[in-house]
Nanobody
């Protein structure tokens, strides 16, 4: 199982980015996918997750109304659209997959490498 996250970069406060998580070696409709982030000196935290059939979606309170998660199983891809970005969103963002949905990082079995998002003026 391999996951690859990309799409990070430098953006000004109030700007937008779209992160992409490409998966291989899994049957996408069997796995939930989550986005997590880790800022320097902080623990990894759950940002958003989506079930295998889009039936369940969860967001951390800190990103509700600003971030949108979606998936395209035909392309083995999960997206995280991030709008109205704030400096406190600065972190390395990771995608992960597991049979069960949730926002607890330790419960996910498969991880991709991170992509850095920096929100700064």
């Amino acid at each position: 199982v391999q996951l690859q996250a990309f799409g990070g970069g430098l953006v000004r406060p109030g700007g937008s980015l779209r992160l992409t998580c490409a998966t291989s070696g899994v049957t996408p409709d069997h796995y939930a996918t989550g986005w997590f982030r880790q800022a320097p000196g902080k623990e990894r935290e759950g940002v958003s997750c989506i079930s295998n059939d889009d039936g369940m979606i969860f967001y951390a309170d800190s990103v509700k109304g600003r971030f949108t998660i979606s998936r395209d199983n035909a392309k083995n891809t999960v997206y995280l659209q991030m709008n109205s970005l704030k400096p406190e969103d600065t972190a390395v963002y990771y995608c992960a997959a597991d049979h069960n949905i949730g926002l607890i990082a330790s419960e996910y079995d498969y991880w991709g490498q991170g992509t850095l998002v920096t929100v700064s003026s």
